[in-house]
């Protein structure tokens, strides 16, 4: 299956920045999902994103969608430390029942 | 909110036994649920996909005797890792959706750890 591609692979700031994280993917989706995987644990699902919105907001959480480019960012305002975890986005593609999950952008929020 | 339970959390045995993991969907039914596998610092790979009272679909690659599915209800699927050996050794993650909802998004379980000696 074709995977979406995330960037950066990894990611470190201080707490207080903010934190932008990309996703491409290469199929008409119906939606985009965003995913946080703490270590050694399954994964949390953050927001879902339809393909017709450009936009959502959760909280810290901004993520937007352009389906133009088949690419989405996830934007986390004042990280935290425990916002250190590995970012997943998904793709929930038209005529398929699986996701298609990005490689994932490790992120580390140092206090 | 929707929550998928997966049990054991952690597993370690012996070269040849055979391991079970269930996916139970808590508050929500399941028509479909996902069987992945983990390896450190990489993404999930989708092993198989399971749909309620049909036979799973495996992903190219995946022995479907060697890692045996059963969906019997809208709310348990098991995964069942035949004659484990240390190369099976890996984290196991399940998904479920209702697939009834197209804009749902899926949720996982907490995954399992499973070490073969």
């Known amino acids: 299956s074709q995977q979406g591609e995330e960037d950066p692979q990894a990611l470190s700031i201080q707490e207080g920045e903010n934190a932008t994280m990309n996703c491409s993917y290469k199929?008409?989706?119906?939606?985009l999902q965003w995913y946080r995987q703490n270590s050694g644990r399954g994964l949390v699902h953050l927001i879902l994103i339809r393909s017709n919105e450009r936009e959502k907001h959760s909280g810290r959480l901004r993520v937007t969608l352009d389906t133009s480019k088949k690419s989405s960012s996830l934007l986390i305002t004042a990280s935290r430390a425990a916002d250190t975890a590995s970012y997943f986005c998904?793709?929930?593609?038209?005529?398929?029942?699986?996701?298609?999950f990005g490689q994932g952008t490790r992120l580390t929020i140092n206090p | 909110g929707a929550v998928v339970s997966q049990h054991p959390s952690r597993v370690i045995c012996k070269s040849g036994t055979s391991v079970k993991i269930e996916c139970r969907s808590l508050d929500f039914q399941a028509t479909t649920m996902f069987w992945y596998r983990q390896f450190p610092k990489q993404s999930l790979m989708l092993m198989a996909t399971?749909?309620?009272?049909?036979?799973?679909?495996?992903e190219q690659g995946v022995e479907k005797d060697k890692f045996l599915i059963n969906h019997a209800s809208l709310t348990l699927s098991t995964l069942t890792v035949t004659s484990a050996h240390p190369e099976d050794s890996s984290f196991y993650i399940c998904?479920?959706?209702?697939?009834?909802?197209?804009?749902?998004?899926?949720?996982f379980g907490d995954g399992t750890r499973l070490s073969i000696l």
């Open positions: 998904s479920a959706r209702d697939l009834r909802n197209s804009n749902q998004p899926q949720h």
């Open positions: 998904a793709t929930d593609n038209q005529g398929a029942q699986k996701l298609v």
């Open positions: 399971s749909n309620e009272g049909s036979k799973a679909t495996y």
């Open positions: 199929t008409s989706i119906n939606n």
